[in-house]
Structures are given as C-alpha cells and as structure tokens.
C-alpha cells in the first residue's frame, strides 16, 4: 500500500510567520518613530516637564495650545466644545514594554467660536522614584479629530541633582517655564525640591561651532567648565531662588558643586526656536555656501537682500526661490524645536543632517543612540546616520554623530543639489 506523507511544518511555520506580523512590538526602541521629527505632522505641540516632586512620586507639567485642538458646535447650542486626553506610561527604558505606572487626564473646552487662543496648562502625577531611570512616553489625543502627539522623556538617575528636580517659573507671565530656554530677558523663580540654603550659577558665554559634515574625523575637545562669571543665589522669602536671564549665553544652576549636574537655562536669540530676524538667516547657509559667499552675506549691508539675492541665483525663478527659502528655513526652526541642546537645534549634529537631507523617512531610538535612515528601511542601498547619546551635564538632548569617509561623495552630492535650486 503506498503512504503518503503529510508535511505540516511549513504551515505551521507560515501561520505564526503570519500571526506574529499581525502585531507590532510594544518596545519603543523596535518602532520607527520618524514621525517625531516631521515638522509638518505635527498638528498638536504640547510642552512637559518632569518634575520630582517628592522621592517616589513626580509632576509632568503640560502647557496646550488650545487653538490646535478641533472646536465643534454643541447640539441646539450656540457655543462650541473640544476635548483632549493627554496619557502617560511609564516604562523602565525604550527596550523594554513593561509598564510600570500609567495616568492620565481628560480636559474640556468650550467657547464660544470655533477656535480659542488659550493655553491650558497643569500636571499630572506620576509613581517613579527620584533616582532610577525610566521612559514617559506621553500620548496627547484631539478627542474630536483623532489626532494625535506622541512625546518621550527620560527621568534620569542623576543623584536628584539634574534638572528634573527643578521647577522654574516665568515670574513676569506667571507660568511655569517647560523648556529650557528662553528668548528675552526673563525674571524667573526657581524651586529645588528639597530645602537648600545656596544655589550655585555658572555663566556661559561660549561661542561654539557648528557641526562639521558626516565624513569629516575631528578630534573632540573636552569642554572647559570654567565658567566666564558665577555667581550665588539665596533663597527668598517665599523659599524660592529669582533670577534674572539677561545676557545670551548659558546659566548653569547647581546645588551641589561636586558635581555638574543641575539646571541649565539658555538665552539664545529673539523668536527662538523660531526666526524672525535677518540675520538670524545667514548663520545656517554656512553648511551649503563657499567661504567667499558666506563672509559676503556676512558683511552685507543689506542682509535680507543679500540672502534673497544668494537664493534667486541658485533658483531658476523667484517661485522656486521662495520654495527653497520656505522648506530650508523651516528645517532649520524644525530642528531648533527638536534637536536644542546647549547649542542650537541647527548647529548639532542631527540639526545638520535634518537641514541638509530633511526629516528621515526611518528612525530607531534605543536608550544610547538613534539611527536614522533616508530610503527603505534595512535596504543596503539607503543612507543611514546613527548618533551616541552623550553624557552632557547641560543636556539630556545631545548626541554625536558616527562619523566616516564614506559620507563624503553622498555629502558634496547633496550640497551640490541645494546649490542647483534643488532639494534632497
């Protein structure tokens, strides 16, 4: 009697094969999160900052714009309503999908056209304590347009010195400062969360450099702390320490010198992360100009038609012109917004590569790197740039670049590109 064999691995080797690719990994660091850096999809941009509060237990600050969120009439009403949730979890790092605390808050808004131009702002209390390290990732949700914002943040083990154990107040708007720079003269007030007697100030007023290209091999110098003035800081009457930013430049906050750890508020230029001046514009055509060009634009009498001239040459008509103007200038203030570290956005590494190449079409972000890649992913024949998270006392948004000789072609290629009137 003849057998006749039944071959059932392959089926059941194909059904898992299938049943696996049915779902996504909950681990941050195996998603592409290229949608983080793409300017243009950003149609919610809510502000946060982490505040340890108390030793097992901390604040996310949050400040939104409600003008961003969608406004729909009420039935038989004459007034308009809008709703957003903002959820937070908790995670140990970006490898890992173990949710450790997770909150979250609904928020409602009437009015009585169908924008409002209001912030909403509070926190949200979160179980983590002060020295361990964890992973936020904040989902902010139009309740009425389904759209969506997604942020991460690190709480760092710093030994309850970095600057998440601040909270700064802007004294002259009476809100609480979420971002670590700001674009004026500012009088804040600073409260440490636990009592201290002296706060430390070192002034910077450095002048750095910007990135040098991809494939370009220099030695890293180590940075001089050394401040240019320090000064000290007593507790007021109301326990908190105020301060005056004036000067561009640095200001570094510690309560314990023994380390560097602390505070850092920056005073860059009017506007920032936006531009809004003329020559705010020349300092980023440093990466697509020649020496002579760069130091005509700069010595130029009238800069704006200096940079509408260097433009209208590279283009083959004012339209076009003003296409390589709006999408350029936008990178630039699109990795201010997300690259600033104690440097601005556009000057860091990933701020040239975004200005150059534009936002990656693929991102991977584990606890110490990002990788980015310019076409399909995991195709040998695609560009990618993988950045090292450093160790920065000033920064937790400071990575370095992987440097390497094979950049150099691709490189002058795309500068050429920009100088032909044409974009990568």
Not at 51 to 65: E, I, P, T, V, W
Not at 287 to 311: G, H, M, V
């Amino acid at each position: 009697m003849k057998r006749h064999r039944i071959i059932i691995f392959p089926l059941i080797i194909l059904f898992v094969a299938f049943f696996c690719g049915c779902f996504t990994s909950n681990k941050i660091s195996q998603q592409n999160i290229a949608d983080l850096y793409r300017g243009d999809y950003h149609f919610l941009n809510p502000e946060f900052h982490l505040y340890h509060s108390q030793d097992s237990s901390a604040l996310l600050y949050y400040r939104l714009n409600e003008d961003e969120l969608l406004y729909i009439r009420k039935m038989q009403q004459d007034s308009f309503y809008s709703s957003v949730k903002i959820f937070c979890k908790v995670t140990s790092d970006y490898e890992s999908s173990d949710i450790i605390d997770s909150s979250s808050v609904i928020l409602k808004f009437s009015s009585l056209t169908n924008s409002k131009k209001d912030f909403a702002t509070g926190s949200i209390p979160l179980k983590i304590k002060i020295n361990q390290s964890y992973l936020i990732t904040v989902t902010t949700t139009d309740l009425i347009s389904k759209k969506q914002d997604i942020s991460f943040f690190n709480a760092e083990s710093t030994n309850g010195l970095g600057a998440q154990n601040f909270l700064v107040n802007n004294v002259d708007n009476g809100q609480v400062l979420l971002s670590n720079y700001v674009d004026t003269i500012s009088n804040l007030a600073i409260k440490y969360n636990r009592p201290i007697q002296k706060l430390y100030v070192s002034y910077y007023k450095r002048d750095f450099p910007l990135a040098v290209p991809p494939f370009a091999v220099t030695e890293v110098k180590a940075f001089r702390f050394t401040p240019d003035s320090s000064f000290t800081l007593a507790p007021g009457a109301d326990n908190l320490f105020h301060v005056k930013i004036g000067d561009k430049g640095f200001y570094h906050f510690e309560a314990d010198t023994t380390s560097h750890y602390g505070l850092t508020i920056y005073r860059y230029g009017t506007c920032y992360p936006t531009l809004c001046q003329a020559g705010q514009l020349v300092p980023p055509l440093r990466y697509i100009t020649s020496n002579e060009e760069y130091d005509r634009l700069n010595t130029a009498k009238d800069t704006k038609q200096a940079i509408d001239e260097f433009w209208l040459n590279l283009a083959s008509s004012p339209d076009r012109a003003k296409s390589l103007i709006r999408i350029f200038y936008n990178r630039v203030q699109d990795a201010n917004k997300f690259f600033t570290s104690y440097v601005e956005g556009w000057k860091t590494d990933r701020g040239m590569i975004y200005v150059i190449y534009g936002p990656p079409m693929t991102v991977y972000r584990t606890s110490t790197s990002e990788t980015w890649t310019y076409g399909e992913d995991r195709n040998f024949m695609s560009l990618s740039f993988t950045f090292q998270k450093t160790d920065n006392p000033f920064s937790n948004n400071d990575f370095a670049l992987y440097r390497s000789p094979m950049f150099r072609n691709m490189w002058y290629n795309t500068v050429d590109m920009w100088r032909q009137g044409r974009i990568y």
